[in-house]
């Protein structure tokens, strides 16, 4: 992979799926380029989640992780690669800012595909839990494997998925919680940790930053 330096927020646009729609002021691919790109390295509310000494080393918007099971990779609002106190960490991002967390595991699974549920499989045996039941939101799932997938891939010490939240009420954040449960962790009160099937802990927190 090649990649080419960011000279803006504006040169994020044309990394979305679909530029026309999803590029607009109050909606979180905006908000999230004018954050990163505003914040000369992490922005405080991530570097909160992370740990101390969190820097960034790399990041990289709209970063595509392939899964198992075939079908559409893991597109992460950014995906960055942090150094800590702890050691380095793979930071998987899910920029929010009214917007769901898309459909359910129900949901998703309707007549689903032999693909569709190895790709369950697969992401509950990264994370090391049981099969989600139906209420629970799929991007969270696959968003967090994404950072597991790519912790594996640079050799990092830690991984992470953070829900940067613009929205000042919170929204959605039930949903986050539900799925931090199901993993055995609680995320009530702050960033939550445990340690993965092959030893690597994984962190997971929401930060609320402003909207710019």
């Not at 040169?11 to 505003?38: C, F, H, I, N, V």
């Not at 099971?69 to 597109?75: E, F, K, M, V």
């Not at 992460?76 to 595991?105: H, Y």
């Not at 929204?171 to 340690?195: K, S, Y």
């Amino acid at each position: 992979m090649i990649l080419v330096p960011s000279h803006g927020p504006d040169d994020w646009k044309a990394l979305l799926a679909d530029p026309e729609t999803q590029w607009r002021k109050g909606y979180s691919a905006m908000s999230a380029a004018k954050s990163w790109e505003g914040a000369s390295g992490l922005p405080s509310e991530v570097a909160g989640v992370i740990g101390p000494g969190a820097t960034l080393l790399l990041a990289i918007p709209e970063h595509k992780v392939p899964l198992p099971g075939g079908g559409r990779p893991s597109q992460c609002d950014v995906f960055a690669l942090v150094s800590t106190r702890r050691g380095s960490c793979a930071v998987a991002v899910e920029a929010k800012v009214a917007e769901p967390f898309g459909p359910t595991i129900g949901d998703w699974l309707k007549e689903a595909s032999s693909g569709k549920r190895a790709r369950l499989a697969a992401i509950c045996d990264l994370l090391g839990c049981a099969q989600p039941p139906d209420q629970l939101r799929y991007q969270l799932f696959h968003r967090t494997a994404a950072a597991v997938v790519e912790a594996r891939r640079f050799g990092t010490a830690m991984a992470a998925m953070v829900v940067q939240s613009f929205s000042s009420d919170r929204l959605w954040h039930d949903d986050f919680l539900t799925f931090t449960a199901h993993l055995g962790m609680d995320a009530t009160h702050g960033p939550a940790e445990r340690n993965l099937p092959d030893g690597r802990p994984l962190r997971l927190g929401w930060a609320t930053s402003p909207l710019p």
